[in-house]
């Protein structure tokens, strides 16, 4: 049974011949009956904050649970994240090696295009050399041809006029 500050100070000792000094018995009944009360009233405050507290260790859990979840859901986002950019940079570089690939085979069918052409013209400039030197032989020949029958043509003719300048004295 719980004794309440009013149980106390309503408590009646019964007395008997020589009992206890009823003031000093009341005395103590009141001082016990005020800390009684005191104690009440500091317990009340304290449950009050127990509660209070309580209240918000369920709520700081909660954040916890939340914060824990967010932060693993975080985490898996970051790994997705580097996860997925790895895989990126993966397939730029196989698309840069591909690509570039793709251009050193062009530069060198160009470049075999470009040999070829080379060799094409250098043949084509042999042969036009050839070509020259034939029509400059041909035209050497030509004027050789045309000196002599200059020089022959300068000998008949000079004969025929020692010819008829000895004709007349006959």
């Given at each position: 049974?719980?004794?309440?500050?009013?149980?106390?100070?309503?408590m009646v000792f019964k007395t008997g011949f020589r009992g206890y000094d009823k003031?000093?018995?009341?005395?103590?009944?009141?001082?016990?009956?005020?800390?009684?009360?005191?104690?009440?009233?500091?317990?009340?405050?304290?449950?009050?904050?127990?509660?209070?507290?309580?209240?918000?260790?369920?709520?700081?859990?909660?954040?916890?649970?939340?914060?824990?979840?967010?932060?693993?859901?975080?985490?898996?986002?970051?790994?997705?994240?580097?996860?997925?950019?790895?895989?990126?940079?993966?397939?730029?570089?196989?698309?840069?090696?591909?690509?570039?690939?793709?251009?050193?085979?062009?530069?060198?069918?160009?470049?075999?295009?470009?040999?070829?052409?080379?060799?094409?013209?250098?043949?084509?400039?042999?042969?036009?050399?050839?070509?020259?030197?034939?029509?400059?032989?041909?035209?050497?020949?030509?004027?050789?041809?045309?000196?002599?029958?200059?020089?022959?043509?300068?000998?008949?003719?000079?004969?025929?006029?020692?010819?008829?300048?000895?004709?007349?004295?006959?």
């Amino acid at each position: 049974m719980k004794i309440t500050p009013l149980d106390i100070q309503q408590m009646v000792f019964k007395t008997g011949f020589r009992g206890y000094d009823k003031e000093e018995v009341n005395r103590f009944l009141e001082e016990i009956a005020e800390t009684v009360e005191e104690l009440n009233r500091e317990n009340a405050v304290q449950r009050e904050k127990i509660t209070f507290l309580e209240q918000q260790l369920i709520e700081l859990k909660r954040t916890e649970v939340t914060l824990s979840n967010t932060l693993v859901s975080a985490q898996s986002l970051a790994e997705d994240v580097k996860r997925s950019a790895q895989r990126e940079s993966e397939l730029v570089i196989k698309e840069a090696e591909l690509k570039a690939g793709e251009m050193i085979r062009q530069a060198r069918v160009e470049l075999s295009n470009t040999q070829r052409d080379l060799s094409v013209l250098q043949k084509q400039r042999l042969l036009m050399v050839e070509r020259l030197r034939a029509t400059l032989r041909t035209f050497e020949r030509m004027l050789e041809v045309e000196e002599q029958e200059a020089f022959q043509d300068g000998a008949s003719s000079a004969e025929h006029k020692l010819e008829g300048e000895s004709s007349p004295a006959l």
